[in-house]
């Protein structure tokens, strides 16, 4: 009985934490998600229970799995250390799994306390990297072309194009800088930017 309680605390706990990120009021959540609002402060407060399928629509639309809904899992997108600790290495450079681990910490630090309009630049950033990185493997031979609709040639373009506008879009978001480094929290983003910052001085600056 104690085990179930503290899930629906923390679910309670979690839903409000993540309507509150958004920065949306209980009566826009409760309209969107389809249910009263009286009924939503009281999931919200842990006065009753929710079913499984409202739990559902919740972490669909708030973008987070179901597990960190409920506290099982701390990770929002379902990237877990076990998972990714099964990754081998790549000879001669940084691991699959150091890659993974910066990429899910900066997603999970990225939709943290970011609002609807956030999350959207988020989504679009990340999405028109992997889409260009993905016409660059098209256009070496190890995708099929026949996968796009624009020709790789112009699309690879258009899509640094559009990520330098999402780049600009970031200015505009107020700046929430941290100070003081953790080696154990970021040591895979760490690893990443400095092979990052390795390639590019090797390849692109002239002494």
Do not use: W
Request: some cysteine.
């Amino acid at each position: 009985m104690k085990n179930e309680t503290e899930k629906l605390s923390k679910f309670s706990q979690m839903l409000s934490k993540m309507r509150k990120e958004r920065g949306i009021s209980q009566k826009k959540a409760a309209t969107d998600l389809g249910i009263s609002q009286a009924l939503l402060s009281h999931y919200e407060k842990g006065i009753r229970e929710c079913g499984l399928d409202f739990v559902i629509k919740c972490s669909k639309y708030y973008g987070v799995t179901t597990d960190y809904l409920l506290g099982v899992s701390e990770s929002r997108n379902g990237l877990s250390d076990g998972v990714l600790s099964a990754l081998d290495d790549n000879e001669g450079g940084i691991s699959v799994k150091t890659m993974s681990l910066a990429t899910k910490y900066l997603l999970d630090v990225a939709t943290s306390g970011s609002n609807g309009i956030q999350n959207k630049y988020i989504y679009d950033y990340f999405m028109l990297c992997v889409y260009r990185g993905a016409l660059t493997l098209a256009k070496a031979g190890d995708l099929p072309k026949e996968l796009f609709r624009i020709d790789y040639s112009i699309a690879r373009d258009l899509a640094s194009a559009a990520i330098a506008m999402q780049d600009a879009k970031f200015v505009l978001i107020e700046d929430r800088s941290r100070t003081g480094l953790d080696d154990n929290q970021f040591a895979p983003l760490k690893t990443l930017i400095n092979a990052a910052e390795d390639y590019i001085l090797s390849n692109f600056v002239i002494e």
